[in-house]
């Protein structure tokens, strides 16, 4: 049972939609939490969110080319290159997963500095609300939303080598 579903999401054509889908939805719930559930976004979080912007953007044009030349080439490529992305995505969240559990230090992005020491801007007021990168926002069974991008993004990395293989 377990294998036939496998089989079935590993075929190209399925992959690389899930793979698109995932992202507008991982999105989504991203973009949730923050305007619903009022968990503000700390930079590595805003990094995170771009590449999932990037996969959807990959998902979109080469979409759009597949469906102008009916390549099967263009799905491959397609498919590399979520692999490529969703690659990256899963660093990048298991690196920030690595911070929220202080396991390495984060950029210094990721932490309020005021300067008082010569003229104040007002507009430097701004900076000021800076959301640190090593507090976990929200966390289910110990895992926060990091973690879960982690995990998300491994396994959509995995679903899009699998069906990039599959399709040469």
């Given amino acids: 049972m377990i294998g036939q579903i496998l089989y079935a999401v590993t075929i190209p054509v399925r992959a690389f939609l899930i793979c698109g889908l995932a992202s507008a939805g991982l999105l989504a719930a991203a973009h949730l939490f ?5 968990l503000a976004p700390c930079a590595l979080c805003l990094d995170q969110r771009e590449v999932h912007w990037v996969a959807l953007g990959v998902f979109v044009l080469v979409r759009g080319f597949i469906v102008l ?14 692999v490529l992305v969703f690659g990256y995505s899963t660093w990048l969240s298991g690196y ?5 559990w202080k396991w ?9 500095t005021t300067d008082l020491s010569g003229p104040i801007n ?20 110990g ?12 396994g959509l990395m995995l679903l899009a080598g ?4 599959r399709s040469r």
């Avoid at 923050?34 to 009022?38: F, H, I, P």
């Avoid at 007002?122 to 069974?141: G, I, K, N, S, Y």
């Avoid at 699998?162 to 293989?165: C, M, R």
């Fill in 34 to 38: 923050e305007r619903v559930g009022g």
């Fill in 69 to 82: 030349t009916n390549s099967t080439r263009a799905l491959t490529i397609g498919l590399v290159l979520m």
């Fill in 96 to 100: 920030h997963a690595g911070v929220e």
């Fill in 104 to 112: 390495w230090p984060g950029p210094e992005t990721c932490s309020a």
């Fill in 122 to 141: 007002p507009l430097d007021a701004l900076d000021d609300t800076v959301v640190p990168c090593t507090e976990a926002a929200w966390r289910l069974f």
């Fill in 143 to 154: 895992i926060s939303m990091a973690g879960y991008n982690f995990l998300a993004s491994l």
């Fill in 162 to 165: 699998i069906g990039a293989w």
